[in-house]
């Protein structure tokens, strides 16, 4: 009996880029997460003319990562659960320390955003504590004809010094070019929104940001109005959620509060302190000595209560 093997076309591509991805949000937001499985705890985002930047500093990768992970179509070392074995092995203390983090993805195919959002992608990465800095140069139209073999069609790579990229101690970088789509300001809003979903509201001292920069965006952003040229048109002072330039924050807990009736308890040494609130008036406030649980310390408590009327 003879063994026969599967031939994959370059086409493949497309099923799991542009056609499954179809929305540039979640492209962005997969490349974000990406960031966030490789325990970044700053991701930058920046936007210029038909350029998008994704900037991290995570744990960066050597060119065995390269070849055998991000090359490696529908790998994920998430999934198989080598990925925390690397950060281990890679970390300082100060990383070991820090909570486990559960991943965000674990589909191997997050890497094929990048197709959505642009027809070409230069990928900068650097591992801590190496003197190499990898970097691999995509032309994803390469892969368009479909009578061509994935594995036949190659993609650049180049191992640079690390005085090159003086600014990039470790991490990964991703210049995303020739876009598919234009960013408008009502569209890059739309992004910072959708991008909340990553922050959690519960972490007072953030342990994963997120920055957007847009030159473009910086005047309207401060001024609260739109120029071009000599034209201008007068708006309104924007609130920091509504600027396009800044860090992603998550204020679920600040629309909560104008809108719910909560109780907030603070469990600590020198008492526990109750308040009742509604719709951002304090209501009642009570202070009682802590007698009966001595081993709580910084404990908060919060319940919302929202009243829906018909």
């Not at 744990?59 to 690397?86: I, P, R, V």
């Amino acid at each position: 009996m003879n063994k026969l093997q599967f031939k994959i076309s370059a086409a493949l591509k497309n099923i799991i880029g542009r056609d499954l991805i179809t929305d540039d949000f979640i492209a962005v937001f997969e490349l974000v997460k990406n960031s966030y499985d490789a325990y970044a705890s700053e991701v930058k985002i920046i936007f210029e003319d038909d350029r998008i930047i994704i900037s991290d500093n995570g744990k960066g990768m050597s060119f065995q990562d390269l070849q055998d992970k991000w090359l490696f179509l529908a790998y994920s070392a998430k999934k198989e659960e080598k990925e925390d074995n690397s950060i281990k092995d890679d970390a300082d203390y100060r990383d070991k320390i820090q909570a486990k983090r559960y991943f965000a993805g674990a589909k191997g195919i997050g890497r094929f955003s990048c197709d959505r959002l642009g027809n070409e992608l230069i990928l900068t990465t650097r591992k801590d504590k190496t003197d190499k800095v990898e970097q691999l140069h995509v032309k994803w139209d390469d892969f368009n004809n479909s009578e061509d073999e994935f594995i036949n069609i190659s993609v650049s790579h180049e191992t640079l010094p690390v005085s090159n990229f003086p600014n990039l101690q470790k991490g990964t970088v991703l210049e995303i070019s020739h876009l598919n789509s234009e960013w408008s300001r009502k569209k890059l809003l739309g992004l910072k929104h959708s991008l909340e979903k990553l922050i959690n509201p519960f972490e007072s001292n953030a342990q994963f940001e997120i920055k957007i920069s847009c030159e473009t965006e910086l005047y309207e952003d401060n001024n609260g109005v739109y120029k071009s040229g000599a034209t201008e048109r007068k708006g309104k002072k924007y609130s920091e959620r509504d600027k396009v330039n800044g860090s992603v924050n998550n204020f679920i807990f600040e629309k909560l509060e104008v809108k719910t009736t909560q109780i907030i308890t603070h469990i600590g040494k020198d008492g526990i302190i109750t308040e009742l609130i509604d719709r951002g008036e304090l209501i009642y406030k009570i202070k009682e000595p802590n007698t009966k649980y001595n081993y709580l310390e910084n404990v908060n408590f919060n319940i919302f209560y929202l009243t829906i009327v018909r």
